[in-house]
C-alpha cells in the first residue's frame, strides 16, 4: 500500500516526532516502505533576511542540518528500514509539500504538537496547512 513514507522532524523540537517516527518505523516495516526524513531549514536567502547573514552562512546552516539528521537517522532508525536523508528550505508546510510531491511519496506522517491557538490545539498549523494542500494521505500522529 505504501513504498514511501515522509517523516518530517525538527530536530530541536522532539515532540515533532516522539510520537510520528514509531508509527512510520511500523509502517514502513508492515509495507516495505522507505522513509523519507525532512528537515525544513528557513529560507536565508530572502533579500530582506539575507543581508543579515554572512554569504555563506546558508551552506553552513545546510552543513550543520545535514550532519545532525544523519545522526538523528543513526540513532533512531533501524537498520533494517531504508532512510534518505532531505533537506528543503521554506516555509514548512510548503516546504513538506514540495519535497512529498519530489519524492512521490505514497504518505506522509507527521506529528501535531503546538498548542497556541485553538485551530493550532486541534491539529497544528504545519499539519493543518499539509493537510488541506496537498493531494497525498497524511497521518496526523497525536
Known amino acids: 500500500m505504501y513504498n514511501k ?3 518530517p522532524v525538527d530536530l530541536n523540537e522532539e ?3 516522539e510520537k510520528a517516527l514509531p508509527t512510520a518505523l511500523t509502517l514502513c516495516r508492515s509495507f516495505g516502505a522507505s ?3 525532512v528537515t525544513v531549514l528557513p529560507d536565508y536567502r530572502m533579500p530582506l533576511v539575507g543581508s ?5 552562512f546558508a ?10 539528521q544523519h545522526a538523528f537517522i543513526k540513532e533512531n532508525v533501524p537498520e533494517d528500514i531504508q532512510a534518505q536523508s532531505v533537506i528543503v528550505d521554506g516555509s514548512p508546510w510548503e516546504a513538506i509539500i514540495k519535497a512529498a ?3 512521490e511519496v505514497d504518505l506522509i ?3 501535531s504538537h503546538n498548542k497556541r491557538k485553538f485551530a493550532d490545539y486541534v491539529l497544528g ?6 493537510v488541506h494542500h496537498t493531494k497525498m494521505s497524511v497521518m496526523i500522529v497525536r
Do not use: Q, R, T
Request: charged share 25%; hydrophobic share 45%; glycine share 0%.
Open 101 to 103: 510531491k519530489k519524492l
Open 109 to 111: 506522517v507527521m506529528a
Open 35 to 37: 522513509l523519507h526524513v
Open 59 to 68: 551552506k553552513k546552516a545546510h552543513e550543520a542540518i545535514s550532519e545532525a
Open 125 to 130: 498549523p504545519n499539519a493543518e496547512h499539509v
Open 52 to 56: 543579515y547573514f554572512p554569504k555563506d
Open 15 to 17: 515532540s515533532s516526532w
Open 5 to 7: 513514507i515522509l517523516l
